[in-house]
């Protein structure tokens, strides 16, 4: 199936999870990465059930600290 990854269209197998998803794409720090998938997001143990289809479009977020 192919799924659009931060804009990029790619192949994966059929029945890909979330979870999977962020081991594929080697993901450092799964637990502080925030998914959306189609502009809706994925909330922590739903990475585990939640399989994407062909189309989907997937978003990695990484929120960083700092400032003043």
Known sequence: MDIIVSGVK?????????????????????EYVTVAVNEEFVEGEAKAARILTSGD????LYFMGGGR
């Open 10 to 30: 790619k192949t994966f197998a059929e029945g890909l999870t979330v979870a999977q998803l962020l081991i594929e794409e080697k993901v450092e720090s799964p």
């Open 57 to 60: 479009q997937v978003e990695f």
